[in-house]
């Protein structure tokens, strides 16, 4: 089951910065928190993924709380081809492989 | 990234018949593939976890009578949707991590989709 909540949607002007929130608030110690991004009709793309300290590469930023019961993913400069459905998954540690996805947020950039 | 490619991208078929998805990873093996089946604007749901060489792992409420999955390579998995009906109608798209990942650094490789349409 997901243990994720994020907001059903979000609007971002293109050239902004989106910042999608996640809530993770019964996360476990060794959980890692995993952005994948599902554009309409294709399979999930991976984004980005932390323990604990803040991430970055050249698709986004991932910013964690201190406490890890939330986290942020940042696109710095959001473009039209980011209009998508990002989802935010914690990765059950006992079993290590699976990916269970909540519902996601609906991402749409504005020109 | 590693590549994960399904096959076919899209059927359609009568009801009761039988179909099959392929699902391979192109550069990389993978001991573990998961399918995943999608409703319009719903989230991705996992059906089964399948494992190379053995029995898949079928989650609560997915019928494995009818959802056969096998995994007979390190790069292949298949998933057969038997006696297919209208409401079988979906996306399923599979994916995959890489044998040589470490468990927490790996993350999942997924396919491009099958829409499977029922008539």
């Known amino acids: 089951d997901a243990k994720t909540t994020q907001p059903t949607s979000m609007d971002c002007a293109e050239g902004r910065a989106a910042n999608l929130p996640c809530n993770h608030s019964?996360?476990?110690?060794?959980?890692?928190v995993y952005w994948y991004r599902q554009i309409h009709s294709q399979g999930p793309q991976y984004i980005i993924h932390?323990?604990?300290n803040n991430e970055t590469n050249e698709m986004a930023s991932l910013i964690i709380t201190e406490d890890r019961k939330s986290s942020t993913l940042i696109l710095p400069h959001a473009t039209l081809r980011d209009t998508a459905v990002y989802y935010c998954?914690?990765?059950?540690?006992?079993?290590?492989?699976?990916?269970?996805f909540g519902t996601g947020t609906s991402l749409t950039v504005i020109p | 990234g590693a590549v994960v490619s399904q096959h076919p991208s899209w059927v359609i078929c009568k009801s009761g018949t039988s179909v099959k998805i392929e699902c391979r990873s192109l550069?990389?093996?993978?001991?573990?593939m998961f399918w995943y089946r999608q409703f319009p604007k719903q989230s991705l749901m996992l059906m089964a976890t399948?494992?190379?060489?053995?029995?898949?792992?079928?989650e609560q409420g997915v019928e494995k009578d009818k959802f056969l999955i096998n995994h007979a390579s390190l790069t292949l998995s298949t998933l057969t949707v038997t006696s297919a009906h209208p409401e079988d109608s979906s996306f399923y798209i599979c994916?995959?991590?890489?044998?040589?990942?470490?468990?927490?650094?790996?993350?999942?490789?997924f396919g491009e989709g099958s829409r499977l349409t029922v008539l």
């Open positions: 932390g323990l604990k």
């Open positions: 998954i914690v990765r059950p540690s006992n079993t290590g492989n699976q990916f269970y």
């Open positions: 550069d990389f093996q993978a001991t573990t």
């Open positions: 019964t996360i476990s110690g060794n959980e890692y």
């Open positions: 399948s494992n190379e060489g053995s029995k898949a792992t079928y």
């Open positions: 994916s995959a991590r890489d044998l040589l990942a470490g468990v927490n650094s790996g993350e999942l490789f």
